[in-house]
């Protein structure tokens, strides 16, 4: 009896803590009907929150950046971002309705570092030293589109420039550097198509 008691007092604590985290992260994003913020979700956006989109009924369990010098992450309806997952944008990505994100897939829209080794250690020692740093020069990016119905597999990596068509599957652990066409499944490193998925 006490066991069940206790038992019961958690999962309202847990239901409360949850609750709260949920509210404190859509502060930082626009979010639909019934979308929620999972407890190992997190929404870092210190601009407006229009640059953060949840449709309606999305869970978020992973990690969605947007840089202080630009980016857009849209997500549509009843969509699942799973947990350790990251999407960082300095451009923009777009992610269609029905969509999955299985644990642990990287998706980024730009190469986060520049192409010249003394803006990087300037960034770095900014970093280091301020706690902050500046604009990053010479960073690629380019936006990336994951249409509807598309299911990514956990471990995999989407990179800048990527259209991923509608009802498309990215096998687990994939890496994806090109357009992957609709209803098509890839898998590998780089992802190569292996066969077709259904509507």
Same mark, same amino acid.
């Given at each position: 009896m006490m066991l069940s008691l206790l038992a =019961?007092? =958690?999962g309202r604590w847990v239901q409360a803590m949850d609750s709260l985290w949920d509210r404190r992260q859509q502060r930082y994003c626009q979010c639909g009907e019934g979308s929620k913020i999972l407890s190992s979700g997190r929404v870092v956006n $210190? #601009?407006?929150a229009g640059n953060v989109v949840l449709g309606k009924w999305t869970w978020l369990a992973g990690e969605l950046?947007?840089?202080p010098h630009g980016g857009r992450i849209d997500i549509g309806d009843h969509c699942y971002v799973g947990e350790g997952t990251r999407? *960082? $944008?300095l451009s923009n990505v777009r992610i269609g309705s029905r969509v999955f994100l299985s644990h642990g897939v990287n998706v980024h829209d730009n190469d986060a570092h520049s192409l010249s080794a003394a803006e990087r250690h300037r960034h770095f020692r900014e970093r280091v030293q301020t706690g %902050? %740093? $500046?604009f990053v020069e010479n960073v690629s990016s380019g936006d990336i589109e994951i249409c509807d119905d598309a *299911?990514? #597999?956990f471990n995999s990596t989407i990179l800048k420039g990527v259209r991923i068509g509608e009802g498309a599957i990215i096998g687990a652990c994939s890496t994806v550097t090109r357009d992957v066409a609709p209803y098509t499944v890839v898998v590998g490193n780089p992802a190569a198509p292996v066969g077709q998925s259904l509507p």
């Open positions: =019961r007092l =958690r $210190s #601009g407006d950046l947007v840089y999407i *960082w $944008s %902050a %740093a $500046s *299911w990514i #597999g």
